[in-house]
C-alpha cells in the first residue's frame, strides 16, 4: 500500500490593507446599508418614481388645453417610467453572479481535474472556490462574480449577469428626469401666464408645492443616475469593475477591447435590443400530466 499525502487547504484569495486597517476585498464590498435598509431603499425608489408620475400625469398633463401636448408627453413619460421600473426589477431579482457557497469540498476539487501548479483560491467567508474577477459582498454574504458594487438602491450587488440592467435603469431614469424637469419649467411658465387659475385642478400652493418637489426629485435623481451611467459606461468600456479600480488590481486577464465589453454585457451586436429590459424574461411554464385513459399523440 503506498501513503497518499493529503491535498494542502486551498489559500485564502490575497487581500491588499486600506488605511484603516481593513482588507481591500471589505472596504470595497461593504456598506453601511444592510438588507432590511436596501429593501426600504428598493420600495423608495418605486414611490418616488409614482409620485413623479402622478405629479406629471394629473398635476401637469390632464388639466392641460393642449390634447396633443398631454397625449405626446403623457405617454413619453409613462413608457419612461415603466422602462425605468422594469429595469429595476431586473437588477434586484437577477443573479449578479453568485458563486455557490461552500462548493469548495474534496469531490469538486477533484472534478476540477487541475494541472501541476495551478493555483486556485478559496474565499474564507463563505468556502466557496474563488474564480477569477470575483469579490465576497459582506451584505449578500456570498462572492459575486465581476462584482462592480452593492446598490443598497436595488438591495443587490451589480455583477456579470445584471449589470446591463442595471445601466439601462439609471438611463431610463435620467431620461425620466430630464423629461420632469423640462415639462415642471414648462408648467411653472404657464401657471404664472395664466396667474394660477387655470394651470391645475389644484389649489394653487398644492400646485406650488408638488412642483418643488418634484423638481428636486428630478434634480437629485438626474445627478445620481447620470454620474453612475457614466461610471457604469466607463466601466464596462475599460473591462474593469468599480472594485477592481478601487483596489488598483493588475489585470491578470485579457481586456476586451470597447465594443467587445459593450458587446458581452448587452449580449450580441448593437441594436435596439440593448435598450429592452425584458430580453431572456420568460414565464415558467406549468408542466401538466395527461389524465388517465386520455388518448395520447405523438408526431
Given at each position: 500500500m503506498t501513503a497518499t499525502t493529503p491535498r494542502p487547504p486551498l489559500p485564502p484569495r490575497p487581500t491588499r490593507p486600506t488605511g484603516d486597517g481593513s482588507s481591500a476585498t471589505a472596504a470595497a464590498g461593504s456598506a453601511p446599508c444592510g438588507p432590511g435598509c436596501g429593501m426600504i431603499c428598493a420600495v423608495l425608489t418605486w414611490l418616488l418614481v409614482v409620485y413623479a408620475d402622478f405629479v406629471v400625469t394629473f398635476v401637469m398633463l390632464l388639466p392641460s388645453k393642449d390634447f396633443w401636448y398631454s397625449v405626446v408627453n403623457g405617454v413619453v413619460f409613462n413608457c419612461l417610467a415603466v422602462l425605468a421600473l422594469s429595469s429595476h426589477l431586473r437588477t434586484m431579482l437577477t443573479d449578479p453572479g453568485a458563486v455557490p457557497k461552500g462548493n469548495a469540498t474534496k469531490e469538486y476539487m477533484e472534478s476540477l481535474q487541475l494541472k501541476p501548479g495551478e493555483v486556485i483560491y478559496k474565499c474564507p467567508k463563505c468556502c466557496c472556490v474563488k474564480p477569477e474577477r470575483a469579490h465576497h459582498c459582506s451584505i449578500c454574504k456570498r462572492c459575486i462574480r465581476k462584482m462592480d458594487h452593492h446598490c443598497p438602491w436595488v438591495n443587490n450587488c451589480v455583477g456579470e449577469k445584471n449589470q446591463r440592467f442595471f445601466v439601462l435603469f439609471t438611463m431610463y431614469i435620467a431620461l425620466a428626469s430630464v423629461h420632469a424637469l423640462v415639462l415642471c419649467g414648462l408648467q411653472f411658465i404657464a401657471c404664472v401666464r395664466g396667474q394660477w387659475t387655470e394651470c391645475s385642478d389644484f389649489s394653487p400652493p398644492v400646485t406650488v408645492i408638488l412642483l418643488i418637489f418634484l423638481c428636486l426629485e428630478g434634480l437629485?435623481?438626474?445627478?445620481?443616475?447620470?454620474?453612475?451611467?457614466?461610471?457604469?459606461?466607463?466601466?464596462?468600456?475599460?473591462?474593469?469593475?468599480?472594485?477592481?479600480?478601487?483596489?488598483?488590481?493588475?489585470?491578470?486577464?485579457?481586456?476586451?477591447?470597447?465594443?467587445?465589453?459593450?458587446?458581452?454585457?448587452?449580449?450580441?451586436?448593437?441594436?435596439?435590443?440593448?435598450?429592452?429590459?425584458?430580453?431572456?424574461?420568460?414565464?415558467?411554464?406549468l408542466q401538466t400530466r395527461p389524465r388517465k385513459g386520455a388518448p395520447e399523440f405523438s408526431v
Open positions: 437629485l435623481f438626474f445627478t445620481f443616475t447620470a454620474v453612475m451611467f457614466g461610471t457604469q459606461i466607463h466601466s464596462i468600456c475599460n473591462d474593469e469593475t468599480e472594485i477592481e479600480r478601487l483596489k488598483s488590481e493588475k489585470p491578470t486577464w485579457e481586456r476586451r477591447l470597447r465594443w467587445e465589453g459593450m458587446k458581452s454585457v448587452f449580449g450580441g451586436p448593437p441594436s435596439l435590443l440593448w435598450m429592452n429590459p425584458f430580453v431572456g424574461f420568460r414565464f415558467r411554464r
